[in-house]
């Protein structure tokens, strides 16, 4: 019975206390949703920002995953959420930038999220199965122009950023791979080393321990500059694409209604994490690099990112006509 | 084979410290609980107690999760015998056999059964780890995705198997569920299918969501028909100590079970379901009287509840040998190694002797603790049965709903639960069995995955299925079965025949 | 086990293939605007339009068996427990994210309480109490999951 009093008794303490203004924020629970999941490398994020956020708010802050439609119902629940500082999400590159884009979604990436700062930044890594004549980017290149078709590549599902950065590089470089899908980015990691599929543009997380075991070749990473994790790899931007850039990262944000004083508070909160030595660690064990942007930056990032793929899509769809 | 003794005994000298007992036995009662508790499954509990284990050292923390993991298997027959609801795909098939029993004072027959048969398949599931983790592991690396196919076609063979009523029902039933699985995303293109514009559905209809409605909640509906009828009457306690001399029949099919599930469950995506559905197959398959089962048959309990606690044990074989993750509770084990510092990978057991061996010298331990609980436990169960069902049914339709809700925290879920209800309900008026149904739904995606995935790597050549030996051996296997099914209906058909 | 009640068209066979038609029905109509694609390359509409099919045809089979032949009888349906319990997992789904697990819980015992003729309210109420603590302590409290527990 006790218990029950005290339930209720706390409850009508947060009851109360929702009532105050966003200055007191934050004062009762918060909820990080992560539209993926739990076990992911979006989730492993999250987690260690929850860890952070709870540490310096003097708040808890619960993961919620809210996994499906790769992303999309998760970040659609945020977007339609109360903008009070209780509710904010650890979104993610494909959700916000390339889904709106690729197929129909109830929020807009832009207008619908007040975005706080990117958490992590996480490459992409080009892997192939090690029994194929192909060592380099340039080998890659010449032979899938001598085999056009022939190569295949896997991908985390039609969509994801593990299919669209492939379909960029072909249209960059005028070859032709073919794409097959699997559930998740693992899977797809898995049938590389298997040899089932001839190769995968794969996040760090996944191929970093494939590649330390020798049982893929790695030839380069996608990002604009090399990666700390994997020096030794060149992008794919100076070997073969000049211009080539994707990335994949994971940042905070809040439904688009969330007091701006929220924002700039989570955004200091954010600073800090991002030179923080410990955080530093757990993110190298996930293969992520910490960043820190502005609510400006971050949004004008999104804008830009939105146009990249909003062209390659059109480039795509004229190439099939 | 000595070096391996060697290190396992080294990792008994680190399961063994007081600490790691303490988070394998937590670990151990957290999964028996979350296994009794429909819905509500290990994928859920391990990322709500994840933060949990920040201050543990990442072996206590992986031994506590890994306990909750089998843990939960442990448990999950037990709402499957005493109530008719299986709390998850594996002990979809425990509910036939184990709840019938129950209905006749058989529940404590059941129950234990399910834990030692669980405890043996354990043990054995975890000396295959110990003494061929690795080969086993490239073994798997054979599988491709035509042999996959081949596999869930085998499933779906052994799925006619299941029904006690005629094969074209369910067949028909097996179709019913293969479409109800194809909603969703579709994996090749991204378009939404048959989502009626609902972004909920967009990953598809929720399996907890799907087996709640057609089994428990439409069980509940149907006792709370009569009236006068006093439905405790039904529910014999019979005795709460089970007669060992019953359990003894059911020893060939704990064997066998554990078999099936120590080689199924090193496979990713379905391994595990298809263990229990194909080892309640083969039970009745070998049988001398298959009328027994559907009617209480222990080795119908006993089989696919080895087969799934072996599968659980092996199903850490691609984890820890290759840093893959087979399935959404190893991806979660990836997520809270990483969380712990640790990346796991092909190097894992070079790398993190103490974690490898260790976990698996807490799996004998957490085993041995786990019959230790359960087995009293079920005095307590089948005291439940007691319990008058006017407050039963109350207890079961709230503890449902949480458990529904809690898979995704979805109110969404809840409410397809209210359809599937109704559905079941149907089903149940108009005699058809839902276990059918439920296999074609759990295999449909994956047999359609692998089906396409096989013919775009094999650039559409369908001959890819026969061609390779794995693929072909399932097939031949599917079409025996398949053959000896039908057989005894044309015999019969031709008996008929000549007495008219 | 042939009753009068099985008779031609009133039997499960028939029933159950109608209601394999309707279901196989209304999916096509779903699947009309995906596209099939070609066995070599398969577009999303192959594979549920192969199923949906094979389930008409067999739906079909079974409605014609049902008028030819006599079948089991169809079971009788019960309509008050079937609503109330029906009913009660609404209210539990409604009330869950507006007014926490406690008012959902009370709520859903309250209406699953008419569901059958047994039921006293007194011990439905305590019955009720004790469920809604006990699941804020094992489920909110032990196990963590994120819901509230009052509004």
């Known amino acids: 019975m006790m218990r029950i009093a005290a339930a209720v008794l706390?409850?009508?303490?947060?009851?109360?206390?929702?009532?105050?203004?966003?200055?007191?924020?934050?004062?009762?629970?918060?909820?990080?949703?992560?539209?993926?999941?739990?076990?992911?490398?979006?989730?492993?994020?999250?987690?260690?920002?929850?860890?952070?956020?709870?540490?310096?708010?003097?708040?808890?802050?619960?993961?919620?995953?809210?996994?499906?439609?790769?992303?999309?119902?998760?970040?659609?629940?945020?977007?339609?959420?109360?903008?009070?500082?209780?509710t904010l999400c650890i979104c993610s590159v494909g959700a916000i930038s390339v889904a709106p884009v690729a197929q129909t979604t109830s929020y807009d990436p832009v207008k619908s999220f007040k975005p706080v700062s990117v958490v992590s930044t996480i490459p992409q890594t080009v892997i192939v199965n090690p029994s194929l004549p192909i060592n380099t980017m340039q080998d890659l290149v010449a032979y899938a122009k001598a085999n056009p078709g022939k190569l295949s590549y896997g991908s985390s599902g039609a969509g994801g950023l593990m299919h669209y950065s492939v379909q960029l590089f072909d249209a960059r470089n005028g070859t032709k791979m073919t794409h097959v899908p699997f559930k998740g980015g693992s899977p797809a990691t898995a049938a590389v080393v298997s040899g089932e599929v001839n190769l995968s543009f794969t996040n760090m997380t996944d191929a970093l321990p494939q590649m330390e075991a020798n049982k893929v070749r790695a030839l380069?990473?996608?990002?604009?500059?090399?990666?700390e994790f994997a020096p030794q790899l060149p992008t794919v931007s100076e070997t073969v694409t000049p211009g080539y850039s994707v990335e994949s990262w994971n940042g905070l944000m809040a439904p688009a209604s969330t007091p701006d004083s929220i924002i700039a508070k989570l955004s200091d909160v954010l600073k800090k994490m991002a030179a923080d030595p410990e955080v530093k660690k757990s993110m190298a064990v996930v293969g992520a690099s910490t960043e820190f942007t502005t609510p400006d930056e971050y949004k004008a990032q999104i804008a830009a990112e939105v146009e990249q793929w909003r062209e390659l899509l059109k480039e795509i769809a004229e190439k099939k006509n | 084979m000595t070096d391996v003794f060697a290190q396992l005994g080294h990792g008994f000298a680190v399961a063994a410290t007081p600490i790691n007992l303490f988070f394998c036995l937590v670990g151990a009662i957290f999964g028996t609980l979350i296994g009794v508790l429909p819905g509500l499954g290990p994928v859920a509990t391990i990322s709500l107690l994840l933060p949990a284990t920040y201050a543990l050292s990442p072996v206590s923390a992986i031994i506590m999760l890994a306990g909750i993991y089998y843990g939960a298997q442990y448990g999950g027959s037990t709402t499957a015998i005493l109530v008719n609801i299986p709390g998850e795909s594996t002990s979809v098939v425990t509910a036939?056999?184990?709840?019938?029993?129950?209905?006749?004072?058989?529940?404590?027959?059941?129950?234990?059964?399910a834990a030692i048969g669980s405890f043996i398949a354990g043990c054995i599931g975890t000396v295959v780890i110990a003494l061929l983790g690795p080969p086993l592991a490239l073994m798997t690396q054979q599988f491709a995705s035509p042999d996959y196919f081949s596999l869930m076609v085998l499933g779906l063979v052994s799925a006619v198997v299941l029904a006690n009523g005629s094969a074209f029902r369910a067949i028909a039933m097996i179709f019913l569920g293969l479409l109800l699985g194809m909603v969703g995303m579709d994996l090749n293109t991204g378009e939404a299918r048959m989502t009626f514009?609902?972004?909920?559905?967009?990953?598809?209809?929720?399996?907890?969501?799907?087996?709640?409605?057609?089994f428990g909640v439409a069980e509940v509906i149907s006792n709370l028909e009569g009236a006068s009828v006093r439905i405790v009457n039904q529910m014999r306690i019979g005795t709460i100590w089970p007669s060992f001399s019953a359990l003894r029949g059911a020893w060939g099919a704990v064997l066998r079970g554990t078999a099936l599930g120590t080689l199924f469950g090193i496979l990713p995506g379905g391994?595990?379901?298809?263990?229990?559905?194909?080892?309640?197959?083969?039970?009745?398959?070998?049988?001398?009287?298959?009328?027994?089962?559907?009617?209480?048959?222990?080795?119908?309990?006993?089989?696919?509840?080895?087969?799934?606690?072996?599968?659980?044990?092996?199903?850490?074989?691609?984890?820890?040998?290759?840093?893959?993750?087979?399935?959404?509770?190893?991806?979660?084990?990836?997520?809270?190694?990483?969380?712990?510092?640790?990346?796991?990978?092909?190097?894992?057991?070079?790398?993190?002797?103490?974690?490898?061996?260790?976990?698996?010298?807490?799996?004998?331990?957490?085993?041995a603790m786990l019959v230790i609980i359960n087995l009293p436990m079920i005095g307590i169960w089948v005291r439940l049965l007691?319990?008058?069902?006017?407050?039963?049914?109350?207890?079961?339709?709230?503890?449902?709903?949480?458990?529904?809700?809690?898979?995704?925290?979805?109110?969404?879920?809840?409410?397809?639960?209210?359809?599937?209800?109704?559905?079941?309900?149907?089903?149940?008026?108009?005699?058809?069995?839902?276990?059918?149904?439920?296999?074609?739904?759990?295999?449909?995606?994956?047999?359609?995955?692998?089906?396409?995935?096989?013919?775009?790597?094999?650039?559409?050549?369908?001959?890819?299925?026969?061609?390779r030996p794995i693929s072909l051996a399932l097939l031949l296997i599917s079409a025996a079965l398949l053959i000896s099914i039908m057989m005894p209906a044309i015999r019969q058909r031709r008996v008929e025949v000549f007495q008219e | 086990m042939r009753s009068p009640a099985g008779r031609r068209g009133h039997n499960t066979d028939f029933y159950s293939g109608l209601l394999l038609v309707a279901v196989a029905t209304v999916a096509l109509l779903y699947i009309r605007t995906l596209s099939v694609g070609t066995v070599l390359e398969m577009g999303p509409g192959y594979f549920p339009l192969g199923l949906a099919l094979v389930l008409l045809g067999m739906g079909l089979c079974l409605a014609v068996k049902g008028l030819l032949a006599e079948g089991n009888p169809i079971g009788s349906f019960h309509l008050r427990p079937l609503i109330c319990v029906l009913l009660s997992f609404t209210a539990f789904g409604v009330l869950v994210e507006r007014a926490g697990l406690i008012i959902a819980i009370l709520a859903q015992v309250a209406i699953a309480h008419f569901a059958s003729v047994e039921t006293r309210w007194q011990q439905s109420l305590v019955s009720g109490v004790l469920l809604a603590a006990a699941s804020a302590v094992i489920f909110v409290w032990l196990l963590k999951i994120p819901v509230d527990l009052l509004p």
Not at chain 1, 70 to 78: A, E, F, H, Q, R
Not at chain 1, 220 to 227: E, I, L, M
Request: with cysteine; charged share 15%.
């Open chain 1, 10 to 86: 706390s409850a009508g303490m947060a009851l109360s206390a929702t009532a105050a203004s966003a200055q007191e924020w934050p004062s009762k629970t918060i909820k990080l949703v992560v539209p993926y999941a739990p076990g992911g490398y979006t989730d492993s994020v999250a987690r260690i920002t929850a860890r952070y956020l709870e540490k310096e708010l003097g708040q808890t802050v619960i993961v919620d995953n809210r996994a499906g439609g790769g992303g999309i119902v998760g970040s659609d629940l945020v977007a339609k959420s109360p903008g009070d500082g209780y």
């Open chain 1, 220 to 227: 380069a990473v996608t990002s604009a500059k090399r990666n």
């Open chain 2, 96 to 113: 036939i056999d184990g709840y019938k029993m129950a209905q006749q004072g058989r529940a404590s027959e059941a129950l234990a059964i």
């Open chain 2, 197 to 214: 514009g609902l972004v909920e559905l967009s990953d598809g209809i929720n399996f907890v969501a799907l087996v709640m409605g057609l």
């Open chain 2, 271 to 367: 391994g595990a379901t298809i263990a229990s559905f194909s080892a309640y197959a083969l039970e009745k398959r070998v049988a001398k009287d298959r009328s027994r089962f559907g009617n209480g048959a222990i080795e119908g309990v006993a089989g696919p509840e080895s087969a799934n606690n072996a599968a659980a044990q092996t199903s850490f074989v691609p984890l820890l040998t290759m840093g893959i993750p087979t399935s959404a509770t190893m991806a979660l084990m990836v997520g809270a190694l990483t969380l712990h510092g640790i990346a796991p990978g092909p190097m894992i057991i070079s790398r993190q002797p103490d974690l490898f061996w260790g976990l698996i010298a807490s799996m004998f331990l957490g085993n």
């Open chain 2, 386 to 467: 007691a319990v008058p069902y006017r407050l039963l049914y109350l207890v079961i339709v709230v503890i449902c709903a949480i458990g529904v809700y809690s898979v995704n925290n979805s109110s969404f879920d809840v409410y397809m639960t209210v359809g599937f209800s109704l559905l079941g309900y149907v089903l149940r008026k108009l005699d058809a069995e839902p276990a059918p149904l439920l296999m074609g739904f759990v295999l449909g995606p994956m047999v359609e995955e692998n089906f396409r995935r096989s013919l775009i790597t094999s650039h559409g050549d369908p001959m890819v299925f026969l061609q």
